[in-house]
């Protein structure tokens, strides 16, 4: 771990803060490039960005303070503590919001947002490996790593599950760009599959951190995965049955071409 990259004078550069500009910014040119590949203005394709980072930051500090009350107000002014379902909540409200008032296709824009998530949470997850939290529970197996100076320190080696979820959060935007966009028409279904695999993946890898169960044997991480994978299902049958106008209705339908 490195949660201090480096010192330019009085200004540290930290890995967490680091990170999450890179994912912002890896984020928005895919976000760009699927914007211009569905001919969707691509300075929408900035402002909902800039709205993404905005109400994910709000809405995953939010959720930490709401689920941690007795940290206010320090955790307000940290670079820790943040939520990442907290955080998907409030980015994706703020995309919506982008959208409708831009009079954007919410399909094919979402769409183009699906494989950048994905990315983006890739690279988040590489900041809380360099800083020390997130982690998993001890394990004995080789590549078991200590984080010594942590959030909170380890005693012995644990699962590196931050570097778990960045590979597979990378596998799941190689997946979205590779295999599934090619293949899928109707808009609405990339995103909703986006929500499906993000789902999974975080309710597995709890089973590798030390969250406690909330109800049902299951931690509150599991539960929200749950749902994501609900939604993201019914979602995709909804898609799937209705008109291809009823999804890219509010725009020209020149918008909901590709290339």
């Keep these: ?17 680091l990170m999450m500009a890179v994912g ?26 800039i709205g993404a980072m905005v109400g994910g930051m709000v809405g995953a500090k939010l959720n930490y303070v709401l689920l941690y009350p007795d940290l206010w107000p320090q955790s307000v002014l940290t670079g820790r503590g943040f939520v990442w379902y907290g955080g998907l909540v409030g980015g994706a409200v703020a995309v919506v919001a982008v959208l409708l008032a831009t009079r954007t ?5 979402v ?36 984080f010594p100076q942590g959030s909170p320190p380890t005693e ?20 979205l760009l590779l295999i599934l966009q090619p293949r899928m028409r109707k808009h609405g279904l990339l995103f909703c599959s986006y929500l499906v695999m993000a789902g999974i993946e975080r309710f597995l890898v ?6 406690s169960p909330i109800w049902g044997g299951l931690t509150l991480q599991q539960w929200v995965s749950a ?6 299902t019914g979602g995709a049958v909804w898609v799937l049955q209705a ?9 020209d339908q020149n918008h909901m071409a590709y290339d």
């Design 1 to 17: 771990m490195r949660p201090e990259l480096l010192h330019i004078g009085p200004v540290t550069v930290r890995a967490y803060g």
């Design 24 to 49: 912002f910014l890896a984020a928005g040119l895919v976000t760009a490039w699927g914007f211009r590949r569905r001919k969707l203005p691509v300075d929408t394709a900035l402002v909902a960005l």
């Design 105 to 109: 296709p919410l399909g094919p824009a």
């Design 111 to 146: 769409d183009a947002t699906a494989p950048a998530l994905a990315v983006g949470y890739g690279f988040g997850r590489i900041g809380c490996f360099l800083t020390g939290c997130c982690y998993g529970s001890e394990t004995d197996l080789s590549w078991g790593m200590a």
């Design 156 to 175: 012995g080696l644990v699962h590196p599950t931050q570097l778990y979820e960045s590979l597979a959060s990378f596998a799941i935007a190689g997946i």
């Design 206 to 211: 709890e089973f590798l951190r030390t969250n």
């Design 227 to 232: 749902v994501l994978v609900v939604v993201g």
């Design 243 to 251: 008109p291809r106008s009823r999804i890219g209705a509010s725009g």
